[in-house]
């Protein structure tokens, strides 16, 4: 018997402690910093108007590729930015249910 043969078998399962801490607290504090400009929540009625979200998404990455790496008004990265409204987007078509979904990739799905 190998010394991992107790571990709990993970295989198929979401490996969410592979996500980057810090960037999730970044992400965090770009929705801080909309709920104390806008008002908690504000972004929800974007539903109706997800093109604003789309645009701030490329202006965020314009900015980023073009060599900003932190949003001036926020002191923010514009990495953040883009992750934070592409998480409204993601809201808008899915909402707040937790998808019951696997990777179908040939990678995640060797025998």
């Known amino acids: ?40 929540l504000n972004w929800t009625g974007g539903k109706d108007h997800p093109e604003e979200y789309i645009g701030a998404i490329f202006r965020h990455f314009l900015k980023y590729s073009s060599g900003e790496k932190l949003d001036p008004e926020t002191g923010l990265s514009h990495l953040a930015h883009i992750a934070c409204s592409l998480s409204y987007l993601y809201w808008f078509d899915n909402g707040d249910v937790i998808p019951n979904r696997v990777c179908q990739c040939p990678v995640c799905n060797k025998a």
């Open 1 to 40: 018997m190998s010394k991992h043969d107790d571990l709990k078998i993970t295989k198929g399962k979401n490996r969410l402690q592979a996500l980057v801490p810090s960037f999730l607290w970044e992400i965090g504090l770009v929705q801080t910093h909309g709920d104390t400009k806008y008002s908690p």
